[in-house]
Structures are given as C-alpha cells and as structure tokens.
C-alpha cells in the first residue's frame, strides 16, 4: 500500500524521513519489545536496522524508479509513457523554486551509484538489472548508503594496512 506507484514520483527530504519513521513504527509492532535482564526494553533503531538487513523503504522506492527507468528506456518510440518521458516542456513556469523532477532525481540516483551512459545501459536488460539490485541494496542510492561504503572502505583499508604491517 505505502509503495503503490511510488516509482512514478519523486520524494523530498521530508517525506523520505516520513516514510522511514512509518517503517520502523510498523517494525516495532512486528517484532515487539525485547525483554532483556528481566525488563522489557523498546527495539532501538540501530537493532530494526540489522534485523531488516539495512534495507528500507526508501532504497527500495529509489530502485524500484531505476527499474522502471530502464523499461522507459527500453520502449518503444510510439508508447505514450515514453513520449511523455522524452517530451520537452513549453512555456512558463510559476514563480519560485522549480519543483523536483522525476528525471532529475533518478539521474542523481544513478550518479550516486556510479553509473555512466544509462541510455546504454538501460537497452540491455540483464545489465539495467544489476543496477537496480545493486540500488537497492542495503548500501544503494540514500545518503547512509554512501556513509556505510565509506566506512566499509576506510575498514578494509584499515584491514589492509594492519596485514602489510605484520609481515
């Protein structure tokens, strides 16, 4: 129900931390209090985190729009999706700040997981595949994400420099 058509729109920063404070609302009514030493404590969000895995809603909304990127990508020129998808605006716009656009925002996704020359990528299937999984893994699109590879690189580096140094 939360994601129904979600890859069809955009999300602020707002509604991102909205929909992941519903998940783990629902997480907790999932899995209940834990009782440890004899008291009944409430999950904290680092322990819904590693039971979830690391994934949320949000990466998971962010691949589902890469996906469908790449079925945009792959139709056919005659389809009225993807002439609404390639179609330029004409006129106007209201005053003020401009509104997000959807293909802003998944090229930003993209860029984030790396990824170059998607219109490319996107005709051949099994590769526009392993994008979308690798966006919606546990470190995909979101910020944490890159915080997460950041840490995992700075360990392994550390991992490294600690076998080099006892040899």
Request: aromatic share 8%.
């Amino acid at each position: 129900m939360v994601s129904y058509g979600a890859e069809a729109s955009t999300l602020t920063k707002k509604e991102e931390q909205a929909l992941l404070i519903f998940e783990r609302k629902i997480f907790r009514r999932m899995y209940g209090a834990n009782y440890e030493n004899g008291e009944w404590k409430c999950r904290t969000n680092r322990e819904l985190e590693e039971m979830s895995k690391g994934e949320n809603i949000v990466e998971w909304i962010k691949g589902q729009r890469i996906s469908w990127l790449g079925h945009l990508e792959r139709m056919e020129e005659d389809r009225m999706p993807k002439n609404i998808f390639t179609q330029e605006l004409k006129g106007t716009r209201r005053r003020g700040r401009p509104r997000k656009r959807w293909k802003e925002e998944v090229e930003r996704d993209l860029q984030v997981l790396g990824v170059r020359r998607w219109r490319k990528l996107g005709a051949d299937r099994k590769k526009w595949k392993d994008i979308v999984r690798q966006a919606k893994a546990p470190v995909g699109c979101s910020a944490n994400g890159r915080r997460r590879r950041k840490e995992e690189e700075e360990a392994k580096t550390d991992t490294c420099t600690q076998v080099y140094e006892s040899m």
